[in-house]
């Protein structure tokens, strides 16, 4: 099933369509990706599904055993199409021979009318025929016309023999004696039992002449019977198999879902430095489902049309080798110009997506930019440059459709062909008495059911290709190392004393940013960390949280390294409020509750009232059941801020970690959060992200930051005092008030 | 679907031969049983090998005919189609171009985007199908039907016979539309609340494994994901019964002319017909299946076309007046006359009764919280948006009199959100200069490069390897925050304006270089007018005026030592900031 998302982006086709052909999806042998190790992925693939294995291998076997059922078919339908024709034929060759004989019976009656004296001459006249008779008048021109024109060219005197002998009055067992007999006399009866197909003809001679031969209903409806069976059962055996296919396909996808959540809680934050969350996204919409649809659909495809490749081939060969080799023939010259033309299609297939990009890529970065084109006056360049893209993509585009498109009239040609073909050395075979015209019925059948894999084979591949991709990169995800862990004790009460000890670090080892710190904080103090935008403002209290590992050194609380506690119980003690506030989509009653997920509800309104977000909570429709939509956008930010602060709250840790807020949040809701912190921060060790003057000159302790380095620790006064970046960076704001109010 | 109608009815004639194709084609793939049918009955039955041959011949010629007519289909199909895509294209891109504030407000960039770019895609997938399959399917079905009818003529049940099986087929396909369509919507939302989870967990990876709480995500995951697997696996189970369904129903139909064939049959000729007429029910049948398929693609391909045309019949709500004149250089005397702006469709104003000049040589800022108006009223002065009511003037003339193109020449905007474009930072930087007029591309060049050196950009231009001629990437991603907003105010000041607008363009900078970059920028703007929105009161304390807004109305109008004095939310604002003595 396709499921149609425009979310995730892949670093390498550009915009919104990655994968995807523009014309809707890989068809006709277009080029998709490539696994980088096929065999070695099916096999982690296969492992991994290798709870599901005998449920596939059951589908397998009743794949084929459908396929099997069908193949049958279009044989024992060709039977009932000769015991038709023999029916048929067998009914219109008694008619026609016994309205000769009433014919000839009328006839010998006329020929006795006549007077002996007449008739002597006439018949040891050499020259004299049935059309003698006629012009004499002894004979009606109707009946004699009855017979046939040629017969009027009979000489009378094979007539007396074939008289003489009885032939018109003697009865006949079967149609082969009487028309052994017929056929010395009557060129034409002769000729109408030549034109019977030498197959036929045997059964047809057979046939007893006391009763007028019927179709033989029964042993059609035998053989109608017969295909029920097998058609019906075929139909049931093929959804068994479609059902459970599908639901392996399901519950592997489910697991591969599973998996990945799972993962990306246990994966540690450095592995998103060089992972984007588009990726990890993708693994989950795209690859997981083109897995599964592959399971479903592909696998038993693939299956089955190998299965009916050979057996119609098989099939194919039983009716007969020579039209087989026949309709075979033309196969390598399919195959050569389905080459040809996918090798020139795939060219101008990827010139398409190239421009595809460029069109994109231009609407995407002029819409974004649509504010500064308007000012700087660049519509006009816009549109020029986008024209430009945009015939260059119809160029391509048009070729490449239509040259993928070529693949169905070629493939249906060839099918045509080989038609062709059977009909004629068919119906040659046929009358020469080696097959039936049931099996060139069937013939054809096979031909198709032949041919149809064949031009399946380029986009079989393909599939598998892509799936193999996909699945690479969902175990590529699934194989990356995960966080370990370094300590099982678990803090009893913690006072909040932090100890930095020559701390050094680097988000990649070969790029050290911090490389040598130390501070001790006392429990209950303030820590504010100072430092221009892009500072990495942040790196302490990741590494503090322990959501990197530091390279040397030692962060201790308490005097007991961190490194010696169990990640959850070392986070459990630092609340964090960051300015990039989270929340999930959801109530908020359940996003406070976040902090502590046991907390009863008057928790949650007493952390709210702490947090100065209780009065605008029950302002909302629905109070605290208000739920939060995805992007949060219903509720401001500075809102959003109140209920992490809440959250915090409720959480009640040791220490605490906050991003003060700068620009986004109005005045009014700045106060509020400004009281909340402040609250918050009572009697806890606190590290504040700080951009307010106030907030810095109040602390017990300044970091100030540069590119990723702690360059200065102190006081405010002490820093001030020594001049160095912290003071200029100070000063520099009030230097250019200076500047502009002189 | 409108659209496509006039779209193709620009290319009338391919139209017309797109359908001659389909027709010939048609006919080819009808003729083929008919002969086969003619070799049987007077070829085989009578054994005259001459009459399979000649017969074999005219299929080989029809075949070719047939596959000449396909490919011809395919070429014409794929010209419709691309230039249907092309020509779609360039209409909403030529329009979105057009538009001003108020449409991308109403649509959403993104959204935007998307109808440009996916849902013509979605169109193109669909009429290049809609000539090739489904154009073709009504040809085939009525052509097989007419020969059915005329070659039935011993067999009148097999009408009867095709009329059971299509509408058995008709009630199978009513139920799959009735039953799992509805699935397939909610699947969707299924899958879009998973996704939702996983991206969640994903975003607040740092709250998660702050509070602990991954296995309450993995719990909220869980359902999500058991009840898609759910409802898929039901769907599913329910489309995979389409198949064998299917092939039940067109075997059933064969046996069952085989059947009527076999009681009423007179002749081999009869048989024959027999055989022909079990291919055309199946082309009646396979036309049939198509042209419901329509109804499954034809919703998304509707939804599609609907997109785009709303965004193509959107009336423009900023556009010339038909007597507006070339603003020509403007002094720079900017005068708001009492202005009141409220958002299309956003209820109550924005902005009310709005009035102050700003002359040249002049610093005005404006100050106030979020949603208090002052990124919207700076909007007003170069028509990002219209005035609802008042006047904003230049120079004594409404700024409506203007051609917005000429207008904007004058005005050297740095938007709150900078947007580079690919290509390099010197054509980033020229961005602004439409026509180098009569100035020499050295001189351009060198004033090119004073306006990064006032704009604090030079010293990291000029430290890049290909210095100006660095490539930038799309949306500038390559150029960091900081950076990026300097090269967007070196960009407004090559323009050489009367009237700079500055809106808070210093947030990403660092305390140093945002004083630096203020006190060059003095000097450079000594005679222009210059507007400047900030956050922070330190910013602008030493304006010629600042204006404090709130909820859309000045709140206070003076200097930084006036409003403290005066004005009471000035003096909030400026006190949660700054201390005391900073004040002072």
Same mark, same amino acid.
């Given at each position: 099933m396709e499921q149609n998302q425009t979310t995730p982006k892949r670093p390498t086709p550009h915009g919104p369509m990655r994968g995807h052909g523009p014309m809707g999806g890989p068809r006709g042998g277009m080029p998709g990706e490539k696994a980088k190790d096929f065999s070695g992925t099916m096999k982690k693939t296969l492992r991994y599904m290798r709870r599901s294995i005998p449920a596939i291998l059951v589908a397998f076997i009743f794949a084929i055993g459908g396929v099997v059922l069908t193949l049958n078919v279009p044989n024992v339908l060709g039977e009932a199409t000769d015991e038709l024709i023999l029916g048929v034929t067998r009914r219109s060759v008694y008619d026609q021979l016994t309205e000769m004989q009433d014919d000839m019976e009328n006839i010998g009656k006329s020929i006795a009318a006549i007077p002996q004296e007449e008739l002597l001459p006439l018949l040891a006249d050499q020259s004299a025929t049935m059309q003698t008779l006629v012009d004499r008048g002894y004979l009606s021109a109707a009946d004699a016309e009855s017979l046939g024109s040629e017969f009027l060219n009979t000489p009378l005197s094979a007539f007396r023999e074939m008289s003489q002998s009885g032939a018109m009055s003697q009865s006949f067992a079967t149609i082969g004696e009487f028309a052994e007999a017929l056929e010395q006399a009557s060129p034409d009866a002769a000729k109408m039992l030549n034109q019977i197909p030498e197959k036929y003809r045997e059964e047809i001679f057979a046939t007893p002449l006391d009763t007028r031969p019927e179709v033989d209903l029964a042993a059609i409806g035998r053989i109608i019977l017969i295909l029920i069976v097998m058609i019906g059962s075929a139909a049931v055996i093929s959804y068994v198999q479609g059902f459970i296919m599908a639901g392996v396909a399901q519950k592997l996808s489910y697991r591969f879902r599973k998996d990945i959540d799972l993962k990306i809680n246990k994966? %540690?934050?450095?592995f998103y430095d060089k992972t984007t969350h588009g990726e990890v996204m993708s693994l989950i919409t795209n690859d997981v489902d083109t897995i599964s649809t592959t399971l479903n659909q592909s696998l038993s495809q693939i299956l089955t049309s190998v299965v009916t490749l050979f057996g119609a081939l098989f099939m194919m060969l039983r009716i007969s080798w020579i039209m087989t080799l026949a309709g075979l023939v033309i196969l390598p010259l399919a195959l050569l110009l389905i080459m040809l033309v996918v090798k020139r299609s795939q060219r101008y297939f990827a010139r398409q997506q190239e421009y595809l990009g460029h069109v994109n890529g231009h609407i995407e970065e002029m819409y974004a930019g649509h504010t500064v084109v308007q000012l700087y006056n660049g519509e006009e360049k816009s549109l020029h440059q986008f024209k430009e893209y945009n015939n260059e993509l119809y160029q391509s585009a048009w070729r490449s459709q239509f040259l993928s498109g070529l693949m169905q009239p070629i493939m249906s040609f060839i099918g045509n062909l080989g038609y062709v073909i059977v009909c004629v050395l068919g119906g040659f075979l046929t009358v020469n008495g080696q097959i039936t015209v049931g099996n060139i019925q069937a013939f054809v059948q096979y031909l198709r059911q032949f041919n149809q894999p064949i031009t399946q084979i380029a986009s079989i591949t393909n599939t598998l290709q892509s799936t193999a991709a996909a699945a690479e990169r969902v175990f590529g995800f699934l194989e990356q190392e995960e966080e370990q862990e370094t300590g099982a004790a678990s803090p009893k009460h913690v006072e909040g004393n932090v100890c930095f000890e020559h701390v050094r670090f680097g988000?990649? %080892?070969?790029?050290?940013?911090?490389h040598d710190f130390s501070a001790g904080i006392k429990a209950g103090q303030r820590v504010a960390i100072v430092g221009p935008t892009g500072a990495g403002k942040t790196t302490i209290v990741k590494l503090l949280m322990r959501f990197y590992e530091i390279n040397a050194g030692k962060i201790s609380i308490d005097g007991v390294d961190t490194k010696e506690y169990l990640r959850s119980s070392l986070r459990s003690e630092i609340g964090m409020v960051l300015q990039d506030t989270w929340l999930f989509s959801g109530s908020i009653r359940e996003n406070i509750r976040y902090g502590r997920l046991d907390a009863t509800d008057e928790e949650v309104y007493a952390a709210a009232k702490m947090a100065c977000a209780d009065h605008f909570i029950r302002t909302l429709p629905g109070g605290y059941d208000f739920v939060i939509n995805e992007e949060a956008g219903n509720i401001s930010q500075g809102q959003k801020q109140l209920l992490t602060i809440a959250r915090a709250i409720l959480a009640d840790p040791a220490l605490l970690i906050l991003d003060e807020a700068t620009s986004s949040v109005d005045t009014r809701t700045e106060l509020l959060i400004q009281k909340a912190m402040d609250r918050l921060m009572q009697g806890r060790t606190s590290f504040i992200i700080a951009h307010r003057l106030s907030t810095i000159r109040d602390a017990d302790l300044i970091l100030v930051l540069k590119d990723g380095d702690i360059i200065e620790q102190g006081t405010h006064q002490q820093l001030l005092q020594k001049d160095g970046f912290y003071a200029s960076l100070y000063n520099s704001q009030f230097e250019t008030s200076a500047a502009e109010a002189g | 679907m409108s659209i496509l109608f006039k779209y193709y009815g620009r290319h009338f004639g391919w139209i017309v031969a797109a359908f001659v194709f389909l027709f010939i084609q048609a006919q080819c793939d009808l003729a083929l049983p008919q002969y086969m049918s003619d070799i049987v009955t007077y070829g085989i039955a009578v054994s005259d090998t001459g009459y399979i041959i000649q017969k074999g011949l005219m299929m080989l010629l029809v075949s070719l005919t047939g596959v000449a007519a396909a490919v011809s289909v395919g070429f014409v199909a794929s010209r419709l189609g691309a230039s249907l895509a092309r020509d779609l294209r360039v209409s909403v891109f030529t329009k979105v171009s057009a538009y001003s504030n108020a449409e991308f407000d109403k649509f959403s960039t993104s959204s935007l985007i998307t109808r440009s770019t996916n849902d013509i895609t979605q169109i193109l997938v669909f009429s290049v199908m809609l000539i090739r399959m489904i154009f073709y399917a009504p040809i085939m079905g009525i052509g097989g039907a007419i020969k059915c009818l005329t070659m039935s003529g011993d067999m009148p049940m097999m009408a009867m016979a095709i009329s059971i099986a299509l509408a058995v087929l008709i009630v199978l396909i009513i139920f799959l539309l009735l039953v799992v369509q509805p699935k397939f919507t909610k699947i969707q939302k299924m899958v879009d609340d998973t996704n939702l989870v996983a991206r969640e967990s994903l975003t607040g990876m740092m709250v998660i494994r702050a509070f602990n709480t991954q296995k309450h995500e993995e719990d909220r995951f869980e359902q999500v994901n058991s009840r898609l697997t759910g409802t898929n696996l039901f769907v599913n189970r329910i489309m995979v019964l389409m198949m064998p369904f299917m092939t039940c129903i067109m075997n059933g139909l064969s046996l069952a002319i085989v059947w009527i064939a076999a009681i009423s049959a007179q002749s081999v000729g009869d048989v024959a017909n027999m055989m022909a007429f079990m291919q055309y029910s199946m082309h009646i049948i396979m036309s049939f299946m198509v042209v419901s398929m329509v109804f499954i693609l034809m919703p998304r391909a509707v939804v599609s076309a609907r997109r785009i045309g709303e965004v193509l019949d959107s009336e423009v709500s900023i556009t010339d007046r038909p007597d507006a004149k070339d603003a020509g250089r403007l002094t720079g005397v900017l005068e708001f006359q009492d202005v009141t702006f409220a958002y299309p469709g956003g209820g109550d104003p924005a902005l009310s009764h709005i009035s102050f000049t700003a002359k040249p040589g002049q610093t005005v800022a404006f100050i106030g919280s979020t949603g208090s108006g002052k990124s919207t009223l700076i909007n007003l002065i170069p028509r990002l948006y219209d005035v609802t009511e008042g006047k904003i003037t230049i120079d004594g003339t409404d700024i409506r009199d203007f051609t917005k193109a000429s207008l904007r020449r004058n005005i050297g905007f740095v938007p709150q959100k900078n947007v580079l474009f690919s290509g390099t930072i010197k054509s980033n930087l020229k961005y602004g200069r439409q026509s180098a007029e009569d100035e020499s591309p050295e001189a351009a060049d060198e004033a090119m490069k004073k306006a990064a050196r006032i704009a604090q950009a030079a010293e990291f231009i000029e430290s890049k390897p290909d210095g100006y001629q660095s490539e930038v990437a799309q949306g500038g991603g390559n150029v960091s925050g900081g950076q990026k907003q300097r090269l967007a105010i070196a960009r407004a000041l090559d323009k050489k304006c009367p009237i700079y607008v500055f @809106? @808070? *363009?210093? *947030?990403?900078?660092?305390f140093k270089t945002d004083a630096q970059l203020r006190r060059a920028l003095k000097a450079e703007t000594a005679d222009a007018t210059v507007l400047i929105v900030a956050q922070r009161v330190g910013t602008i304390m030493g304006a010629d005026q600042i204006i404090v807004l709130d909820e859309g109305k000045i709140a206070g109008i003076g200097t930084h030592r006036e409003l403290l004095a005066s004005c009471q939310v000035y003096a909030d604002i400026a006190h949660s900031q700054l201390s005391e003595e900073e004040l002072a």
């Open positions: 994966l %540690p934050l450095s988000y990649t %080892p070969d790029k050290v940013i911090i | @809106d @808070d *363009s210093f *947030s990403a900078l660092d």
